[in-house]
């Protein structure tokens, strides 16, 4: 089984940053997808950012050109830089991995991330 722990998040005014950790442990694959998710009260959990073990990248819309999400695979860590955030960027925020990004099998507990001033 694989454990999925998330930090980084918080408290941030409209048009400031943040960056998001997710560590795994625990039964981790030889190579492995990670990607985070957000999910905003009273609406579904989205996709925000998806990465492959080899580094390749694939955003949502509301995501591109404001977050970049990397990993680090010698420390099984994975990370989603956030700029110009919004506060429709409010949301929990959970880091997802599993064999491909098409089969998402583990998740995090969620991190809250809130845009307000």
């Known amino acids: 089984q694989v454990r999925l722990v998330e930090s980084g998040g918080g408290l941030v005014q409209p048009g400031g940053s943040l960056t998001l950790s997710c560590a795994a442990s625990?039964?981790?694959?030889?190579?492995?997808?990670m990607g985070w998710y957000r999910q905003a009260p009273g609406k579904q959990r989205e996709l925000v950012a998806r990465?492959?073990?080899?580094?390749?990248?694939d955003y949502a819309d509301t995501a591109k050109g404001r977050f970049t999400i990397s990993r680090d695979n010698a420390v099984n860590t994975a990370y989603l830089q956030m700029n110009s955030l919004k506060p429709e960027d409010t949301a929990v925020y959970f880091c997802?991995?599993?064999?491909?990004?098409?089969?998402?099998?583990?998740w995090g507990q969620g991190t809250q991330v809130t845009v307000s001033s």
């Open positions: 997802t991995s599993g064999l491909n990004w098409f089969a998402f099998t583990n």
């Open positions: 625990g039964s981790i694959p030889a190579t492995y997808a």
């Open positions: 990465i492959t073990y080899t580094g390749t990248t």
